[in-house]
Every structure is written in C-alpha cells, then in structure tokens.
C-alpha cells in the first residue's frame, strides 16, 4: 500500500508561480509511472505532467513551457513547478503513483 500527500496549494494571482508536492511512503520501491492531474469544477480529471519508470516526462501541449515534474531516484517525492498561471489552471491538483492516487490539493488563480 502506498500513501500520497500533496502540500502546495494555495491562492495565486496570474501570471504567479506555485510549487506543488508530494510525498509517498509505503511500498514505493518500485519505479512506477508518477504524474500530476487536475480537475476543475465540472471538468474531467486532467494530465498537467507526468513522468514514467525511466525519468521520461510528458507534458501536454497547452502545459509544456509552463510546467515541469520532478522525482527523486526512491520515489519518494514528486514535485510539480507551475509558472505563468492562469485562471483556467484553478482546480484541484492530484498526486499519482500508479495505482494509487492522492487526496489534492487546491489550487486557485486569481484574475
């Protein structure tokens, strides 16, 4: 079993930086493919970046100069640096290690 805690979320004006965390403990020896995902009120959860077994990231076009993802080598922490936020990035910001998800965090950009 695998627990994930995210810290970071808050309340950011645009155009503002947020940093995202997350922290695993449990079973997380195993190089498991590990992402962050967004939800929105009356949206479908989301990729926002993620990052597989071999350290390579993904990011989807609208989030790629704006977003990076970062692990450490244990798969202990996953990091989530959000620059340039926009109103449409407000939502709530949830932690993946495949299977497991996280409880989110909220994220709210003002205009």
């Known amino acids: 079993q695998v627990q994930l805690v995210e810290s970071g979320g808050g309340v950011v004006a645009a155009g503002g930086s947020l940093r995202l965390s997350c922290v695993a403990t449990g079973k997380t020896f195993a190089m498991n493919d590990m992402g962050w995902y967004r939800q929105a009120p009356g949206k479908q959860r989301e990729l926002v970046a993620g990052i597989n077994r071999g350290g390579f990231t993904n990011y989807p076009d609208s989030m790629k100069d704006r977003v990076s993802i970062s692990r450490n080598s244990v798969n202990t922490r996953l990091d989530l640096q959000m620059n340039n936020l926009e109103p449409a990035d407000t939502g709530v910001y949830y932690c993946?290690?495949?299977?497991?998800w996280g409880q989110g965090t909220q994220v709210t950009v003002s205009s």
């Open positions: 993946y290690l495949s299977p497991y």
